[in-house]
């Protein structure tokens, strides 16, 4: 038994008792708002939503539900359930340095490093268990197979009901029929067990709060075509991402846009850039950035270069209609551009370096992530054609271990040379 043992036992055991204890979030949301007071309020608005989820959670006044990103988060609050996303949750615990010890106790139980990372660091909160349990898991194969694998093994664990939406290749109404089919069953599921009633009175509160956000989403993107670029796509793969995934058809969702909105629309009234002096504007593909310790924005900066968009970020779906909810529901998770042929990514990519006057594209390939990584080369041959210079920049989004300063610094200096 090593010397350690009881020692890390007993530290174990307290911060299960402290994660899970509603009350901690509260302590933690306090001290926050103390440290965060010169932040903005749009990022203090995120933070008060991550510590109510998570205190909400613990409380278990409603059913927790398990789900990953691309399933629509406006299903959980029309259906009165609580969603809890931990590849979210896994990036916010890099982000402050506790990913590695997790993926490592993940790794001592046989998840192999093949899995991704971010689904690594989820499991190993579940070993730990300090993370809230959940009452069923709902989830998507839209986009990722890891995390279909990793929700079925989840549900396994804690014997509870686990739906599996499956998304359809094309973009075609036969393709929502069927999707559409499927989520009407699983809610009429759902509604037998919790006894809520799905009435068309919560779907038009729920679904008038997404499209009203999706709406101040809209402008907000708007805004940042504006040179020099008002917001930084590095915070947007950040806590902004976070409500992209998780608030469309919560009130705190809404409020997180708006203000967000009148932010960024007061930098470009008042001409205030990322930058002072931008001279590189780039486009970020793939869904996350690195969140643990890392130069890539500080390698960015000392060259002038900023992210003015990324592509996790672009609005591809129509507003969804409260008298037609699981077809539109179903129109919006067909209609993800990353879904189905590579021509779709293609498109929307090219766009997007039209509409943001872009100058280069870094395409960032996390481990695992192979639905996007798959493509990489096919839209750095379709660029290279128009004339516009891409990197592929290979890394991981949770595991630091992954990350190699000295060569990343390289490459990135030697991307944006070509730009100059």
């Known amino acids: ?45 995120w933070l008060d939503f991550l510590f109510y989820q998570l205190k909400e959670a613990c409380k278990k006044r409603k059913p927790v539900v398990w789900t990953n990103i691309y399933t629509p988060s406006e299903l959980f609050y029309a259906l009165d359930l609580f969603p809890i996303y931990p590849e979210v949750i896994s990036g916010v615990l890099a982000s ?15 998840y192999t490093t093949d899995l991704c990372s971010f689904y690594r660091v989820a499991a190993g909160l579940v070993l730990k268990d300090w993370f809230p349990k959940p009452d069923l898991i709902i989830s998507s194969s839209q986009l990722c197979d890891g995390s279909t694998k990793f929700f ?15 998304t359809p290749y094309y973009d075609d109404l036969n393709s929502q029929k069927y999707l559409a089919a499927q989520l009407e069953e699983i809610a009429y599921k759902i509604g037998k067990v919790n006894g809520q009633h799905l009435s068309n009175e919560k779907i038009n509160y729920f679904f008038n709060l997404s499209n009203q956000t999706r709406e101040y989403i ?15 796509g590095w915070d947007a793969m950040a806590y902004i991402l976070y409500m992209f995934f998780s608030s469309l058809g919560a009130k705190k969702g809404l409020r997180f846009y708006h203000t967000l909105y009148q932010e960024t629309e007061e930098k470009v009234n008042r001409k205030i850039g990322v930058l002072k002096e931008e001279k590189h504007r780039i486009l970020w ?7 643990y310790k890392n130069e890539i924005i500080q390698n960015l900066k000392e060259n002038k270069a900023v ?13 969804l209609d409260p008298q037609r909810p699981w077809e539109s529901l179903a129109q919006k998770m067909t209609s993800n551009f990353g879904v189905g042929p590579i021509e779709r990514r293609i498109k929307t990519v090219y766009n997007l370096v039209r509409e943001y006057k872009i100058d280069g594209v870094i395409h960032f390939s996390q481990r695992g992530c192979r ?16 004339g516009i210079p891409m990197l592929i920049l290979d890394g991981d989004g949770a595991d630091s271990r992954n990350y190699s300063k000295g060569q990343t610094r390289t490459r990135i200096e030697a991307f944006l040379e070509m730009l100059s």
């Open 1 to 45: 038994m090593p010397d350690n043992f009881l020692n890390d036992d007993f530290k174990s055991a307290l911060i299960k008792k402290i994660a899970k204890n509603s009350n901690t979030y509260n302590i933690i949301k306090a001290g926050s708002k103390l440290y965060f007071r010169k932040s903005p309020e749009s990022f203090k608005i």
């Open 96 to 110: 402050i340095g506790t990913a590695n010890y997790l993926i490592e106790t993940s790794e001592s139980k046989f």
């Open 152 to 166: 079925r093994n989840m549900s396994k664990y804690y014997n509870c009901e686990y739906y599996l939406i499956n």
């Open 218 to 232: 809209i402008k907000l993107n708007e805004f940042r075509k504006n040179v020099p670029s008002p917001l930084s």
């Open 285 to 291: 593909l793939h869904q996350v950035r690195p969140y």
């Open 307 to 319: 992210i003015s968009f990324e592509e996790v970020s672009y609005v591809y779906w129509q507003a």
């Open 371 to 386: 639905q996007s990584c798959g493509g990489a080369y096919i839209i750095k041959d379709f660029l290279q054609e128009k």
